[in-house]
């Protein structure tokens, strides 16, 4: 898997007034310990961190700037094929040499270098400090590629295994002379072609060949270790700090405890944020139920980044919290649950088995030139779809005059998308309603659920055109996938998630989070994997409580998230149950939403949730008969 970041790199510092509070934003920000932030203020350029989100990267840029540095973003690639992050130019310049070594048919060098101090207390410059000097020492024959503070990768251009050793000695010469004496370096070796023609068959061969180097009183001496042998570095016991309490604290907070922290008076509770990273202060807010009244005043303290905080008292009453819940012990539980699931989800033969028939229409929707015939001829291959595809489409919720006798009528006239997704939808939800849901929940009320929400869904991208033909309908049917595979799985653990929910009075995800580590979202995405759907569904039925951590398709995770409160609404008894289900649409929908929507406000929530009644109460008849 490749994942995709963005580096910033502290590259000049002017802030000499303020020094002090650039330290404490790099401490906070890119969780650095003070030691490291005052190195780095005073030593750059040098790596920050790297960010999944842009905005987070444009916040930081923007209170970087404040401070009068000078920053460069580089986007970086995360590939597990390799022990580090690659800036996306590099990895392609390196296969531009790769390709002309090849064509040339001459011997290259590939050296892979780390170094790392002998002393854990001692702080080395970063490699991009000495990047003229380094590029000069090796520039008449040789390429160099500066990865990190500590890396860098070195083509020996026509130079052999034998002839090698001059390159060496270059390198442990430079280290020794620009970077620090008391040092160790290592330094692992590949040959192109011999050891492999793509450079993660050279990076492959120099991991596992990797020698270190250190210096000592008669000079520098070869050791015969490989990597896995390597220098153990004494580890000292230390207390946690205050920065790594609240990033802990408000990181981990789930369920009841994440309710704890927001009880805290808004000032106590801003003490407590402002000594974390924005991107961790903006994770806790997302998390906030749309109508809190704590959104306004942490929105404006967090785009400020207030300074008048009481973080005495922060300390004091997030320290208490902790103590109460037992973090340790409640982190503990929540690891070996976590660890249990995805074990079993691991085991491919404990995944529901996707349906034949899904597979077929999946094939039929991947192939361009099927035409009605086509799509027709594989639904009705199973009757019972086929019956339910036609109740659906005869129902008031189409609002067609004239009825529809026949499949193929329904794809001419409905377009072979909409009949496609349909089908789809339906098939694979068969296969999940089948579970034994061990008496904890009613298969009949899942499965309405999950139709009125797949209804909903579809009726609110009605007029969005970029997500018409997404797949609504299928999402809104799967997305609870993940909450039949627990129960059927994990039937002790989720009697225990849905028991703390009803005390509680906290929805089942948060609780599932809380206990598990993972909530029905997670393992719906693991599923979904597993059976290759589309990544549109996959993100959707994944993020549907976090739409923002669906980043190719969050606005599309917020349509289902926003169907499924409505259509929880819907179904509350009174108002307790009405608070809770206001749990479940969080100011992270807020936001996407707003994007997609240039008026969502109460009053669209109000409409939308009257269009929804209106929807179920047109449909009650065709769900009851489908159920």
């Not at 039925?541 to 409505?566: M, N, R």
């Amino acid at each position: 898997m490749i994942d995709t970041f963005y580096r910033i790199i502290l590259t000049k510092c002017n802030a000499n007034e303020n020094l002090k509070a650039l330290s404490r934003f790099l401490v906070k920000e890119f969780n650095l310990s003070d030691r490291k932030a005052d190195f780095i203020v005073n030593n750059p350029p040098a790596i920050l961190g790297d960010m999944k989100n842009l905005e987070n990267v444009d916040l930081s840029l923007q209170h970087l700037q404040g401070l009068k540095t000078e920053c460069a973003v580089k986007t970086v690639i995360k590939d597990k094929r390799l022990p580090f992050s690659i800036q996306q130019n590099q990895l392609k310049w390196i296969s531009k040499e790769f390709s002309k070594t090849l064509r040339a048919c001459v011997e290259t060098t590939l050296f892979y270098v780390t170094v790392e101090p002998i002393d854990i207390d001692m702080l080395l410059p970063s490699l991009l400090v000495k990047k003229e000097a380094l590029e000069e020492t090796f520039r008449y024959s040789d390429s160099v590629f500066i990865i990190d503070d500590n890396t860098f990768i070195l083509l020996g251009f026509a130079s052999d295994r034998d002839g090698s050793d001059v390159i060496f000695d270059k390198i442990i010469n430079f280290m020794v002379t620009h970077i620090h004496r008391d040092i160790i370096i290592n330094i692992g070796m590949s040959i192109i072609p011999e050891d492999g023609k793509s450079f993660y068959d050279l990076m492959a061969v120099a991991k596992k060949k990797l020698f270190s180097f250190k210096k000592d009183v008669a000079g520098i001496s070869q050791r015969v270790e490989t990597a896995q042998d390597n220098i153990q570095l004494h580890k000292r016991e230390t207390s946690l700090s205050d920065l790594q309490v609240f990033s802990l604290c408000f990181n981990k907070a789930r369920g009841k405890f994440y309710n704890d922290l927001t009880a805290l008076p808004p000032d106590v509770l801003w003490g407590a944020l402002s000594r974390i990273s924005i991107s961790d202060q903006k994770k806790f807010f997302l998390k906030l139920p749309h109508d809190s009244p704590l959104t306004p005043f942490l929105a404006e303290k967090i785009k400020n980044q207030s300074d008048q905080a009481d973080v005495e008292t922060a300390k004091k009453k997030v320290r208490r919290v902790i103590s109460e819940m037992q973090l340790v012990e409640n982190l503990k539980e929540r690891g070996q649950n976590h660890k249990q699931i995805i074990g079993a989800l691991n085991r491919i033969e404990t995944i529901f088995n996707i349906p034949d028939i899904a597979l077929r229409v999946y094939n039929i929707a991947s192939d361009p030139e099927s035409d009605a015939d086509d799509i027709a001829d594989i639904i009705l291959i199973d009757p019972s779809l086929s019956i339910k595809i036609l109740k659906i489409v005869n129902s008031p919720f189409y609002g067609r005059s004239g009825q529809m006798n026949s499949i193929k009528d329904a794809v001419v006239i409905l377009g072979r998308d909409e009949v496609i997704n349909m089908a789809f939808g339906l098939s694979l939800a068969k296969s999940f309603l089948e579970a034994d849901l061990k008496g904890m929940m009613n298969p009949e009320m899942l499965w309405r659920h999950s139709m009125e929400t797949a209804l909903v869904a579809k009726y609110l991208c009605e007029g969005l055109p970029d997500m018409k033909n997404m797949g609504a309908f299928t999402a809104g049917l799967l997305h609870d996938l993940g909450k039949v595979y627990l129960i059927e799985n994990f039937s002790n653990l989720y009697t225990l998630v849905m028991e703390r929910s009803k005390d509680h009075e906290i929805q089942t995800g948060a609780i599932e989070q809380e206990l598990l580590g993972m909530d029905h979202g997670s393992i719906g995405r693991m599923i979904g994997e597993n059976w290759n759907l589309p990544v549109s569904l996959v993100q959707a039925i994944g993020f549907h409580h976090q739409p923002s951590a669906a980043h190719d398709y969050s606005s599309f995770a917020a349509i289902i998230g926003f169907a499924d409160y409505l259509v929880n609404m819907a179904s509350a008894q009174d108002g307790l149950q009405r608070q809770k289900v206001k749990q479940l649409f969080k100011v992270d929908h807020m936001i996407m939403m707003k994007k997609l929507f240039n008026e969502f406000n109460t009053r669209f929530i109000e409409n939308a949730f009257e269009d929804t009644l209106r929807i179920l109460s047109e449909s009650a008849e065709l769900l009851k008969r489908v159920a």
